[in-house]
């Protein structure tokens, strides 16, 4: 029999709402490329370099002058322990390895997250040396410090973020301002936080952050630390 019962909608799937996107606001750079151009000619050269060649997360430890065996020493007591693979999976240890670079030496482990704490900092630069320390990790955690002759000259676990940039030492501060944010100014663009701890790291001790170091197949001659390195001893 024909079926003349009125005919029924078919039924749609309601659409799905439009998920809003959101894309970062391009900042003004205006400033950044005044404090580029203001630079003497020995900074702008080490941003360049340091700003055009990021090397990634971790915490980079510099000493000069100094040997691999002085740095090791000083950093980790007379009876380091040897890293085995197994204690690079675990999240309360890290693990360092050092590496000559001219006069100096360069530390590296790979988190960002073992950084030494300062009187380690300070111990690695006395009897007439100079160490700095530069961080880097997945919170964007950005510590910069240097130490000469046993005393921490600046130290500070966000540089980027100080109240002033007058709290940054005159030696450092123009490269400093590359990256440092003025909570009471307007949100401008500024350069890699990381790059230029480096660049300031590698202006006081003359050492280069090489990437050599990076290096990890093998993993031998890494020793272990934990993490964090000193217990939170400098909150």
């Not at 999240?91 to 670079?101: I, R, W």
């Not at 050492?207 to 993490?227: H, I, M, Q, Y």
Request: proline share 9%.
């Amino acid at each position: 029999m024909l079926d003349r019962s009125p005919a029924q909608p078919t039924p749609t799937e309601a659409p799905s709402p439009a998920v809003p996107t959101f894309e970062s606001p391009e900042l003004d750079d205006t400033l950044l490329q005044a404090n580029l151009s203001a630079l003497n000619a020995a900074d702008r050269a080490l941003a360049d370099h340091h700003l055009g060649a990021p090397l990634g997360e971790g915490t980079w430890v510099f000493a000069a002058p100094m040997t691999v065996e002085e740095a090791r020493l000083r950093l980790l007591g007379p009876d380091p322990q040897p890293a085995s693979q197994r204690d690079f999976m675990r999240e309360d240890l890290s693990a360092y390895t050092f590496l000559q670079v001219g006069r100096g030496v360069l530390a590296w482990e790979p988190w960002g997250f073992a950084d030494p704490p300062r009187r380690l900092l300070a111990e690695l630069s006395r009897d007439g040396a100079t160490s700095a320390v530069v961080t880097d990790n997945i919170e964007s955690m950005t510590r910069f410090g240097y130490a000469r002759d046993g005393h921490v000259v600046f130290d500070a676990h966000e540089y980027a973020f100080v109240d002033s940039i007058d709290e940054i030492p005159a030696e450092v501060r123009d490269l400093a301002r590359l990256a440092w944010n003025d909570l009471t100014g307007p949100l401008v663009e500024t350069s890699d936080y990381a790059a230029v701890g480096l660049a300031m790291a590698e202006k006081v001790t003359g050492v280069r952050a090489d990437p050599a170091v990076l290096d990890v197949s093998g993993k031998e001659n890494w020793f272990v630390v934990p993490t964090p390195w000193g217990g939170g001893e400098d909150d």
